[in-house]
């Protein structure tokens, strides 16, 4: 039997815990006739759990994965031909069957510098990123190969931790295989979700990548759940939590990045928007010290007034040469030998 493709999670288990919760606070009533619609504080404080464990049991997977924004379709709004620039569409499988759509940019047909291996956020699809891409090939030098998450752009399927991984892993296998490219020059770029999908290729992968590039990335979605769900806080969260974290179970994708940091060997580039709205840009730093423990070759760069998903913007000219400088010292061209010179340089 061959393998079976990502479907639609089950929510029955955590009903089931959910229906158990409701029940383990007490549903005392008010003595008044006049107040015996109203819960007491305790009921009050106790209806609010189960209704952000209710919504974080329903709508999780629409909360961490947003494959269509809203007012806009699922299918792209441009092509990288809009832009003119250089592509090909890429079909892949994922290693359990998913059929996935990713675009393969090149700055030119027989380019042979770094070849980004570039994640988005969990918002929108590929095409929304192009005009940063663009801009990439260009200060650069690189190639850019842009997947499509299952369930995301023309990608089959539906969004998980799970399957993403593997969707991430089809994209490196094909570039490992391709002969039109330098593959040991291969550098994954994630931002926000985008990192936590590239942290854990990057680990499994320590041939294959030459370096990582996280971009205003997230410690875990544990930890996103008491940011976004603040009264959830005691009951959720990450290594870091002080609470029971009682409700972690219910977490499908945790997407724990700062449990794989501190396992990744390759050159890691940092890049930290100090004006993040969305993800705490202390999470980024605490990834920076979990991998810099162990691993020498970290590098923290902070904007100033860098957002979370504009940070590329307001970095300039400097957010472009922090990354070359970080390319050329970790991915560096390779040297052919020059038939005019003899082994001792003359």
């Known amino acids: 039997m061959g393998p079976i493709p990502d479907q639609k999670p089950s929510y029955i288990p955590t009903f089931v815990i959910l229906f158990l919760l409701w029940f383990a606070f007490p549903q005392r009533k008010l003595n008044s006739p006049n107040c015996r619609l109203f819960c007491d504080s305790s009921n009050n404080v106790g209806g609010l759990v189960v209704a952000g464990v209710a919504l974080l049991v329903a709508f999780q997977e629409k909360l961490v994965y947003v494959p269509v924004l809203p007012g806009l379709s699922k299918s792209y ?102 002969t039109d490219i330098d593959t040991s020059r291969i550098v994954v770029f994630g931002r926000s979700l985008g990192g936590a999908v590239g942290s854990v290729l990057t680990k499994n992968n320590p041939d294959k990548i030459a370096a990582l590039i996280l971009e205003n990335t997230f410690t875990s979605i544990l930890d996103m759940a008491g940011v976004l769900l603040p009264f959830l806080k005691w009951f959720i969260g990450g290594t870091g939590s002080k609470g029971p974290k009682v409700l972690n179970c219910l977490v499908r994708s945790p997407w724990s990045t700062i449990d794989i940091v501190g396992q990744i060997k390759q050159p890691i580039l940092f890049l930290s928007g100090l004006q993040d709205e969305m993800v705490p840009p ?21 904007f100033s007034t860098g957002m979370h998903m504009d940070t590329w913007l307001a970095g300039g000219d400097r957010y472009w040469r922090t990354i070359q400088q970080f390319l050329e010292q970790n991915v560096p061209e390779k040297k052919e030998n020059d038939p005019g010179h003899d082994d001792n340089g003359n």
């Not at 202390?282 to 902070?302: D, G, I, P």
């Open 77 to 178: 709004p441009i092509t990288p031909a809009r832009l003119r620039l250089n592509y090909e569409d890429v079909w892949l499988t994922s290693g359990d069957g998913v059929r996935l759509h990713a675009w393969f940019i090149k700055l030119f047909p027989d380019c042979r510098g770094p070849t980004i291996l570039f994640f988005q956020e969990n918002a929108g699809n590929i095409a929304h990123r192009l005009e940063m891409v663009r801009i990439m090939l260009q200060r650069l030098q690189c190639n850019v190969f842009m997947l499509s998450y299952r369930g995301y752009g023309a990608s089959d399927g539906y969004p998980s931790q799970h399957g993403i991984s593997r969707d991430a892993q089809a994209a490196l296998d094909h570039l490992a295989q391709r």
């Open 282 to 302: 202390s999470h980024m730093k605490m990834l920076y010290v979990k991998a810099a423990t162990h691993n020498r070759n970290c590098l923290f760069v902070e």
